[in-house]
């Protein structure tokens, strides 16, 4: 079945400072999601990357997928307390089911 | 406004019951999933539909049960069997399978 490893599994950052949150993939991605979940509460979609070497971006995010669709990261600029919460990577699979990290939790501090 | 809803939000039940969460999508989406979500993990897939009058197993079923007798509705039950109900739900939906989905706010199920 479909992995995907999320790194780091929890990050403090300060105010201001850029981030970098990784999902690899045992397998060949055909269809990676980011999401953002404040605890307690439902996903929200990010962002979405299909093709390999795709990059995309929304406000101060960007996510970009490798030429050989195995790996995704998340980069935040200059962060804010409104960016903390746990960033989640997903992926379908060729199976038709879908696989999710275990998330990684960031804490912002101001 | 267009949304998904799950009700309710909190929800105790005791030992040997079942119970019934709800989901209701007005996105008229084709596709709904249910997942499960323990403390520091990821989601993990309950199951999911991708019309009406039909549903798949995902890959943690046993113990559940869904029905899609409406476009709108995935109701989930969690049933006697389910060793460790304890957990957060998530329902979720999207247009077809492949794209994005849009997130329930969830049910946190207590089993007492």
């Given amino acids: 079945s479909q992995e995907l490893e999320q790194s780091p599994q ?8 850029n981030l970098t949150i990784n999902c690899t993939s ?8 980011w999401y953002k979940q404040k605890y307690g ?11 390999g070497g795709e990059e995309k971006s929304h406000e101060k995010i960007t996510a ?9 990261s998340l980069h935040i600029t200059a962060s804010q307390p409104s960016h903390a919460g746990i960033y989640l990577c997903g992926a379908d699979t060729n199976a038709g089911k879908s696989t999710f990290g275990d998330g990684t939790t960031l804490t912002v501090k101001p | 406004d267009g949304g998904i809803t799950q009700s309710p939000k909190y929800l105790f039940r005791k030992e040997g019951q079942n119970v019934t969460l709800s989901c209701e999508q007005n996105l008229n989406h084709d596709a709904m999933y249910w997942y499960r979500q323990d403390p520091g993990q990821g989601l993990r ?4 539909s991708q019309i009406v009058n039909d549903f798949q197993k995902g890959d943690i079923a ?44 969830g049910t946190r199920l207590t089993v007492v």
């Avoid at chain 1, 929890?10 to 400072?17: A, C, D, P, T």
């Avoid at chain 1, 970009?64 to 995704?72: G, I, P, R, V, W």
């Avoid at chain 2, 389910?82 to 939906?93: I, R, W």
């Fill in chain 1, 41 to 51: 509460e439902g996903l929200i979609f990010l962002m979405m990357l299909q093709k």
């Fill in chain 2, 62 to 105: 046993e113990g559940y049960s869904v029905s899609r007798e409406k476009k709108e509705s995935f109701p989930l039950t969690v049933t006697s069997a389910q060793k460790n109900p304890t957990a957060f739900y998530l329902c979720a939906s999207s247009p077809l399978r492949g794209l994005e989905a849009f997130f329930g706010q």
């Fill in chain 1, 26 to 33: 045992s397998k060949t991605l055909y269809g990676l999601y």
């Fill in chain 1, 64 to 72: 970009k997928l490798d030429e050989k669709k195995q790996q995704s």
């Fill in chain 2, 45 to 48: 897939l309950i199951y999911y």
């Fill in chain 1, 10 to 17: 929890s990050l403090i950052v300060q105010e201001g400072k």
